[in-house]
């Protein structure tokens, strides 16, 4: 669309009219605006020129300012050099001084090292030295000894190198006594308490019968969570109470590394919670072939005493099967061989379910014992392998549980069947003995019989 310049100048005037009409209040005409434009900038012009006064007045306050600022510079850069010179000659200087530190201590300086060394590798032994319960201070001396010797390249004097042979000396002479003394001990509940504790050399802690291992670094002695066998325990025990006689004791010459191991190893109660479910059915089934067996052992002694006492009578009594089978000859007096033969064999085979009571049981006991112990080494297996399957085979740990599990029942298991087995082996023989009488003394009675007839 395009406009005339008539048009644009007609909307132009128009525009100044009601800007005009509006703005009234400001300039009434245009002669009045073009004066106020002329006061602002004649105001402002005078604004510039203060300013410009200004800067000119505080050009020379910079210009001192520049000039104390540079000679600043240059003093810096002239102490800068001065330094760095006084520096290299320093080096120069210390240099030949070490050079003639050297040289004056000629076999000394091999002498200095090897007590350093030898300060540091006895600063590690009596960290952890159960002697260090009793005497505390040794190893922050030897400590201080060697980084001060390394860090400083400072002289040892002569009460320094005695007091490391004497500390080197008393740690023999100590190790060779069994002394007692009083410390702070922390019980494995948790609470600190003064007892007395026997030390016996760098081996072993004791208190109140319990063994204790000494902390190096924080400087505590502590009570062993989980003790040794009781056989220890009570060696233990009968030390803390001597009076100078001689005990039996056991000591861990390696300063306690055997002790935690042997304290970590399982008792039997933890072995057989290593077993599980089918460990503890095991356990229930192998209990109760026992206790039948028991009772077979005590019936078939009680019985075989009766039938030996029988055999050396002529009265017969119902109180044992030998007695029960004879008395049948008396009951069929006049009855022929043949019926007499029946009559004793019904006799006996009446008293042989008695005989053999429940030993098929434990027959059966002693066979699925170990088949139960193979289930539970099936099932720890297949937990171990779905631990496998989960977490990898980086932490042994994960796989102990089902590997225990496996091992335990097979144990188990074959510890209840093999007294079973023995069991039923010996409870069979008393048994078939028993019935072995009764069938000889029948055999006797038909032979009687048929020499009669």
Known sequence: MKFSLKTILAVVAVSALSFTATANDRALDLDALLKQLEQGQFAQSQENQAREAEFVTKRSEQDRILRQTRYTRDNALTLSETLETQFEENEFKLADLNDALNNRLGSLKELFGVL??????????????????????????????????????????????????????REMTESGKVTKFETAVIEAGGNKVVKEVVRVGPFALVADGKFLEYNGVTGNVAELIRQPADRFGSSAAELQASSGELVKFGIDPTGGSILGLLVQAPTLKERVEQGGLVGYIILAVGA???????????????????????????????????????????????????????????????????????????????????????????TGMINTFQAITLFGTGDPKL???????????????????IPMTLLYAVLNTRSKNIVFILQEQAAGVIAERAERS
């Open 116 to 169: 350093q060394q030898v300060s540091g590798d006895t600063k590690n032994k009596f960290t952890n030295s159960m002697i260090s319960a009793q005497i505390s201070g040794r190893a922050e001396f030897l400590d201080q000894m060697a980084q001060s010797m390394g860090a400083s390249s400072k002289l040892a004097s002569i009460a320094e190198i005695e007091r490391v042979w004497f500390e080197m000396q």
């Open 399 to 417: 796989m102990a549980g089902g590997i225990s599990q496996a091992l335990v029942t097979t144990v188990l298991g074959l510890v209840v069947a």
């Open 288 to 378: 109760l072939g026992l206790l039948l067996a028991l009772e077979r052992l005590v019936s078939l002694t009680l019985i075989r005493s009766k039938v030996n006492k029988q055999l050396k009578s002529e009265t017969f009594t119902d109180n044992n099967p030998l007695g029960r089978v004879m008395q049948v000859k008396d009951k069929y007096p006049d009855a022929d061989t043949e019926a007499m033969e029946l009559h004793l064999t019904e006799a006996i085979l009446t008293e042989v379910p008695k005989l053999g009571r429940n030993l098929t049981i434990i027959k059966i006991i002693s066979v699925v014992a170990p088949l139960m112990g193979l289930l539970g080494t099936v």
